[in-house]
Nanobody, 123 residues
Framework: QLRLVESGGGLVQAGGSLRLSCAAS????????MSWFRQAPGKEREFVGG????????YSVPSVKGRFTISRDNGKNTVYLQMNSLKPEDTAVYYC????????????????WGQGTQVTVSA
């Protein structure tokens, strides 16, 4: 397992931008997939998007595609979630998670989790 620490959340107006960071430590490896999930009040945690450490290939859900971008800095063992054109419905606690090998959207496949960072988008 990895230790994951998120940062960068906050309060922003609709249409604004935020960049979340997820710093990984421990037994880091290019075999990992790093993903972002979010959980809005009263809702289940949902997959947002992920990136493969090895080749940088990404996948994002349709609701954020074109607005959110996932990237990585291998030298810093850090993954980023750049969020643009934010909407009130993007309000949630955002979690970074890691799993070995292939990128998957199923929450149960991930065995390393950060503590979460709150993102609040006002109308």
């Amino acid at each position: 397992q990895l230790r994951l620490v998120e940062s960068g959340g906050g309060l922003v107006q609709a249409g604004g931008s935020l960049r979340l960071s997820c710093a990984a430590s421990g037994r880091t490896s290019s075999s990992y997939t790093m993903s972002w999930f979010r959980q809005a009040p009263g809702k289940e945690r949902e997959f947002v998007g992920g990136i493969s450490w090895s080749d940088g290939r990404t996948y994002s859900v349709p609701s954020v595609k074109g607005r959110f971008t996932i990237s990585r800095d291998n030298g810093k063992n850090t993954v980023y979630l750049q969020m643009n054109s934010l909407k009130p419905e993007d309000t949630a606690v955002y979690y970074c998670a890691a799993k070995l090998r292939s990128l998957r959207t199923y929450i149960g496949d991930y065995d390393s989790w950060g503590q979460g960072t709150q993102v609040t988008v006002s109308a």
